[in-house]
């Protein structure tokens, strides 16, 4: 018998900053519910960082989807702005503009796919990418 996908699929119709801690430890709960805890620094740092551009760069409504894939996570933080995903290049010195490359530094995969609705900025992390979970056998 195939192995049930683990996911869950949340729609945040007017996200707002402040509402982005309650996420983090959202997130951090369902990693902790699937035995991933040692990718729970990756996933939820790069959660936030996409988050955290829908609110600053998009309407603020999106949707989060996190995903077992058994040898890992997918998230998916899907938002309905036609703005294209810009990856600068910060400089040293530079406050802001670093997001992109942390999730890319942090992560094993990202992407971004266009929809006629808007965008799909996705990310994985590999079990292997994280401390070994205790719990996950």
């Given at each position: ?7 869950v699929r949340t729609a ?102 266009y929809t006629p609705v ?20």
């Amino acid at each position: 018998m195939p192995r049930a996908v683990r996911q869950v699929r949340t729609a945040l119709p007017d996200l707002r900053a402040q509402q982005i801690g309650a996420l983090r430890r959202i997130v951090t709960a369902y990693l902790d519910l699937w035995h991933m805890t040692g990718l729970a620094e990756a996933a939820v740092t790069s959660a936030t960082e996409l988050l955290t551009n829908v609110v600053q760069h998009a309407s603020g409504e999106c949707e989060l989807l996190l995903r077992d894939l058994g040898d890992g996570l997918l998230v998916v933080v899907t938002d309905f702005s036609q703005e294209p995903v810009v990856f600068p290049q910060a400089a040293q010195d530079d406050e802001c503009g670093r997001g992109v490359s942390l999730v890319r530094a942090l992560t094993d995969a990202m992407g971004v796919e266009y929809t006629p609705v808007g965008k799909q900025v996705w990310f994985r992390v590999a079990r292997s990418s994280g401390l070994l979970d205790p719990q996950s056998g």
